[in-house]
């Protein structure tokens, strides 16, 4: 009863509040990235500051909404493209958004407190597996800390054997070794301990180790990147606008820009071209076979091809269609398309519409897509490319998915002309990076109205391109020799048996302590 008042004082939720706001300034365009140890740091400082399971669930919501109002606050804009709804309501969405997306936090780190009372699991250890338990939860801009952190590339090397989720919990639980001492002063309480600063040390040391590893780990990466074979690929980035892409009048405008560029692309040598998500303004069959002749077609005049081309597809057994990638060869035959497997809610699928028709009319440019089951490699020469459409460079899930049919090369398509100027493809670059380093192959990302780049399996970005302007950027990738990487074959499931065994040692060592008092 004496610590009850800790619940009730306003320190902890400030603390958590400030923490979300800190979080967020770690992405575009302030990109402060040490934001996302101090933000973590005050989250971790926050939730050990009071008692109670359910307060300590509160200080994660207020934590997780602050740093979504902050990080997120392009969604609105969105909103108003997407849907014929107004600011106010975008406004609105965004802060439902984030608290709905709050409960990931306020559930994982909650289950950890929970299971620190049963187990007599350390704090800091629960706070990475409470870290775990939120960002499992997938969502449409899933952003992490490992992704936030990536530009800096020395601190996310271990993600070809734990992943993105591994090196996040890595860096929570580095952040709450270094904010430790910290608890006491927010908490109202007493010194814990006569040595505070040995966690700091610790986390400091495990920071440490990250970096060394990982300078040591992108030499070995990038010498071994030297020897390999390359393909000259030519990303076109055609700057359509939003609105243009629909207009059927537009529809010729838009193919020809696409082919001009192309034949810049190629008279600068490049041996395949990249066109965005859905970029080719004509639906086609879901079928290989050979392409539509005059204003469908792409090779021809001063096109030789091969292209690669991001398109919607027509499915006439289900009355629907996919948003796929395919190739089409210089005889103009197209590969079986690769269909995007995780789908836009609202934007190319409208969940739960057949229970809820106002969705649909609320939704009413929402394409009534449906999602692929497979993976299909393109080949192209050398290259066998493992194709992420849209959103789908930043889930691991996909990625490993993808990368489990051994491709030797990564693709994203990607249309970002919805957000407009807005910090979101600067954002969505960033977490794409870690599919390079999970899968350890380079990955090329041709976006329309967004970042075009060459991130290489370091994770680094070799090359970007305009994010506004229609051009085309030639760069050479290697075509990757090696077998699938540990993170490949077996995902998160060794994180997982991780924390499971410290729980049962951190619930044996309470039952042997229990039984030795008098």
């Known amino acids: 009863m004496s610590r009850a008042p800790r619940d009730r004082n306003w320190r902890a939720p400030i603390t958590a509040a400030l923490g979300g706001v800190v979080f967020a300034l770690s992405s575009p365009p302030t990109d402060f990235y040490p934001a996302v140890l101090i933000g973590l740091g005050l989250l971790y400082v926050s939730t050990q500051a009071v008692v109670r399971i359910r307060a300590a669930m509160l200080m994660a919501v207020i934590w997780s909404t602050c740093a979504g109002l902050v990080g997120l606050r392009f969604v609105p804009s969105v909103i108003v493209r997407f849907t014929n709804l107004g600011l106010a309501v975008g406004v609105l969405a965004l802060i439902l958004l984030c608290i709905i997306q709050s409960g990931t936090w306020a559930i994982g780190l909650g289950a950890a407190r929970a299971l620190e009372k049963r187990t007599g699991l350390d704090p800091r250890v629960g706070f990475g597996l409470g870290t775990l338990v939120a960002i499992s939860f997938v969502f449409v801009i899933a952003w992490t800390p490992a992704g936030l952190i990536s530009p800096w590339p020395v601190f996310v090397q271990l993600a070809d054997l734990i992943g993105e989720k591994g090196v996040s919990v890595l860096i929570a639980f580095a952040a709450a070794l270094l904010a430790s001492p910290f608890v ?63 207009q059927s009048g537009a529809r010729e405008q838009i193919l020809s820009r696409l082919r001009r560029l192309t034949a810049d692309s190629e008279r600068g040598g490049a041996e395949l071209t990249l066109w965005p998500e859905a970029a080719h303004p004509f639906v086609l069959a879901h079928a290989p076979g050979r392409m539509q002749r005059g204003r469908r077609a792409i090779v021809g005049g001063d096109v030789r091809g091969p292209v690669l081309f991001g398109l919607i597809t027509s499915v006439p057994q289900v009355d629907a269609g996919h ?22 809610w609202f934007g190319e699928t409208v969940p739960f519409a057949e229970h809820l028709p106002f969705l649909r009319k609320m939704f009413s440019r929402a394409g009534g897509l449906i999602p692929g089951k497979d993976v299909s490699i393109l080949t192209s020469g050398p290259a066998r490319i493992g194709v992420l459409n849209c959103y789908e460079d930043t889930l691991p899930a996909i990625g490993r998915k993808v990368a489990k049919v051994e491709p030797n090369l990564l693709v994203n398509v990607t249309n970002d002309a919805w957000f407009g100027p807005t910090a979101e493809p600067e954002l969505h670059l960033r977490l794409s990076a870690l599919r390079a380093v999970e899968t350890r192959l380079d990955l090329v990302r041709a976006v329309n109205l967004g970042v075009p780049a060459w991130i290489d399996a370091s994770g680094a970005v070799r090359a970007r391109g305009s994010a506004e302007t229609e051009g085309v950027m030639v760069v050479e990738p290697a075509i990757a020799t090696r077998g699938p990487t540990v993170y490949v074959r077996f995902g998160d499931t060794p994180l997982w048996i991780a924390f499971g065994l410290a729980m049962v040692e951190a619930w044996r060592r309470r039952r042997l302590s229990a039984t030795r008092k008098p």
């Open 184 to 246: 006491r002063y927010v908490a109202r309480a007493a010194p814990s301990t006569s040595r505070p600063w040995i966690a700091p040390l610790l986390g400091a040391a495990l920071l440490t180790l990250l970096a060394v590893h990982g300078a040591v780990r992108m030499r070995q990466v990038r010498a071994a990147h030297d020897t390999l074979p390359t393909l000259k690929l030519g990303v076109v980035q055609a700057a359509v606008e939003a609105r243009l892409r629909w």
């Open 323 to 344: 948003n796929a990638t395919t190739i089409v060869s210089p005889d103009g035959m197209v590969q079986l398309p690769q269909a995007k497997m995780e789908l836009l």
